[in-house]
């Protein structure tokens, strides 16, 4: 009986630690998005990053398929952080995808910019879309050499 019991907490225990433990980077989980599309995104307007030189301007991240529909943001940065992230495209096929970008989108953005990063975590059941707005961050912040 006793032994029962102590096993019982200490899988109660370990249950509970590993649901509080929340993974950094999601953009590599396997199933998330599919490969960028081909088409060519629009050259950046910034300056890239040389040297001592931060970079400044706007960049426009690749357009990232996703399962549904594509994601597309566009990363401005002044003095090489990342200061505003302004969203091209987002899946938008029917009103359950455009609630789950409306719920999203602002989330993800927000946490952007608190991070001046493209490491962030997804927004829980917007696991798609999430994947495909780090992943075009990720390529605009590429483009600045930073």
Do not use: C, F, W
């Amino acid at each position: 009986m006793r032994r029962a019991v102590l096993t019982a907490a200490s899988t109660s225990a370990l249950v509970i630690l590993l649901l509080t433990l929340k993974p950094h980077h999601s953009a590599g989980l396997t199933g998330e998005a599919a490969p960028p599309d081909t088409t060519s995104a629009p050259a950046p307007t910034g300056t890239p990053h040389r040297g001592n030189h931060p970079a400044n301007g706007t960049y426009t991240g690749a357009p990232i398929s996703t399962r549904y529909g594509t994601v597309q943001v566009a990363a401005t940065l002044k003095a090489g952080k990342l200061t505003a992230v302004k969203v091209l495209r987002a899946p938008s096929e029917n009103g359950r995808d455009r609630e789950i970008a409306a719920y999203a989108l602002p989330r993800l953005t927000h946490e952007a910019l608190s991070v001046h990063s493209a490491r962030i975590d997804a927004v829980s059941g917007a696991s798609y879309t999430s994947a495909g707005y780090i992943r075009s961050l990720q390529s605009a912040l590429d483009q600045t050499g930073v």
